[in-house]
């Protein structure tokens, strides 16, 4: 499946409609959904999803912002506690991996999502099934398994291997929590800010003669909107080094507009990405335009079904309502995508 779409979606205040919050947007661009169709492409609340897109987004350009001011970044690392209540602990989102196999997630239900999807440095995470000398999730409020209790998560192996992964840091103060470990093992924690208004986090873990969780807790805020907190994780020595759950206290500040990002810049902060295929996606930002580069999907392409894909969206973009979007989707390659169409209008 090698065709290409490309997107542009301009978003801006509709004249003489206020904000109401029992109103709600929905703008889709979708391939058709039948055998041999590439994807879909949906716009929510700024919202894009996509198979193989190349995806601009441009508005007017945005306010001038204020003279530059730190953001805030501090951490610190802590035994983990025997039980871990997720849906207590993450009223603002949650995650966790590795329920019942090396590539099952759970999140919160009911929210918009805002940790990211975990992206393995080096060889994929595996499975491991701790038992009772390793701490224990549980939660009440999930989603595809609405409640469990584990002591399951993600092992990596391999001199550098880890994880990473990210979520959107704004003005708002906000507490990130991340319940990692390892077995026989020391690990390099690294967590950072996209506006480089301050020096990252760096600190090491490590029990070299048992297994062992810890739980990182960083307090962040970023000077200005749009940015985005990253935590990386890697194996510095020994057997492995583990992940199992994330957790997050605050909301995204909403977003202003007039909005703009044509990604000139060569970045993708303020966006998260997510992946609904059990095959891996490649987003990228460059040469001015947000990219997809694999073939992905849901099911084969030839099976009469609903296709999903893999999609980026804009968090601080979720709150609004009332706004006009307009949105073109060109297919500029070739292959299986027998047609696709474009809905756009203001609510």
Known sequence: MSAENSVEALVSRAPGIENNPD????????CAGRP??????????????ACL???TVAVAAPPSQPNAV???LSA????????????SEGSGDWAHWGLSSATSVNRKSGVTSQISAMTALGSSGRRFQGGGSRASYNWTDGTPTGSASTTAGLYFQGAGNGFEFNVP???TAKTLTVHLGGYQARGQIEVSLSDGTVPPYVATVEDLL?????????NFQAASPGQTLTVRYSKLAGDNVTLQAVTLVGEVAPLGLPFSDNFDDGNSDGWAFVNETPLADAWSAGGGS??????IESVASFEESYHLGSYAWLPAGASLTDYRVSARLERTGTGRAENCCAECGAF
């Open 290 to 295: 947000l990219i997809q580069a694999n073939a």
């Open 53 to 55: 897109f190349t995806v």
């Open 23 to 30: 109103r709600s947007t929905d703008v889709a661009s979708r």
């Open 210 to 218: 048992n297994p062992f969780d810890r739980t990182l807790t960083i």
């Open 76 to 87: 610190s690392v802590s035994s983990t506690p025997s039980n871990v209540n997720l849906t």
């Open 70 to 72: 730190s953001g805030v």
């Open 169 to 171: 840091a704004d003005t």
């Open 36 to 49: 041999g169709s590439l994807g879909r492409l949906f716009v929510r609340s700024l919202i894009l999803i």
